[in-house]
């Protein structure tokens, strides 16, 4: 492993971020594997195209909250094997409501290789800089539903709006949308795009916890 994987908010100015898989507030209800501190990891690459993001959102009066970058494989093994436990109900009214648990998976929402694991993907929404709120979007984070697509009925003009801003915004910074998830962006020019990384997200960082407990699966 190399320095390649950093802190975000070391790289990228002034962004906000709650790293959602690292707290009890996702959607299998507790700390997901792999996530051991409430930071957001991606390359240098990703950090670069997000800089150039922000520059735009402030532009527009907006701030960029970060909910996941790099996400390590046996995150993305833990959601499978969730997908596959009996039903207790915790979390599906708010990130599940219309479909069983096992239809992520079968409907796009979870995959068995995720981008994330390759460090140059991110979830994010905007928020409001004269007011620190975020602006609203017609859904949450890792909401499992068509009202979650790009260009879904439902939502109001803001909230359509709001998405399109972010949408813009991105993609002025170098990265594609993925129709399913508002809240989902992929660097176009990835710096490893057939590389699942799989070391944990440790408060010590790359100089620690990152460099020295990396594994990378190369499909």
């Known amino acids: 492993m190399n320095d390649d994987f950093v802190f975000v908010e070391e790289f990228v100015a002034g962004v906000r971020w709650d790293a ?48 996941d ?12 094997r969730w997908s596959k436990q009996p039903e207790d109900g915790r979390t599906k009214r708010r990130h599940y409501p219309n479909i069983d648990r096992a ?25 409001h800089l004269a007011t620190g709120e975020r602006a609203p979007m017609g859904g949450d984070h890792d909401l499992m539903d068509s009202i979650s697509h790009h260009g879904a009925p439902g939502i109001t003009q803001v909230e359509a709006r709001n998405r399109q801003y ?42 620690g916890g990152i460099g020295t407990a990396a594994k990378a699966l190369i499909t």
Request: aromatic share 16%; hydrophobic share 40%.
């Open 103 to 127: 239809a992520m998976v079968e409907q796009g929402y979870v995959a068995a290789r995720s981008g994330h694991s390759r460090g140059s993907a991110v979830d994010l929404t905007l928020y």
């Open 20 to 67: 959602k898989y690292a707290t009890w507030d996702n959607f299998t209800g507790k700390p997901v594997d792999g996530y051991l501190a409430n930071r957001i990891v991606g390359t240098r690459a990703l950090c670069t195209a997000l800089d150039r993001a922000r520059e735009r959102a402030e532009a527009l009066d907006f701030g960029l909250l970060l909910w």
């Open 166 to 207: 972010l949408r813009s915004i991105m993609e002025a910074g170098g990265f594609r949308s993925y129709d399913f998830e508002w809240w989902h962006y992929t660097l176009k020019d990835e710096p490893y795009p057939a590389t699942y990384f799989d070391f944990p997200i440790t408060q010590s960082g790359p100089a």
């Open 69 to 80: 970058g790099y996400r390590p494989q046996r995150a993305v093994d833990c959601f499978l």
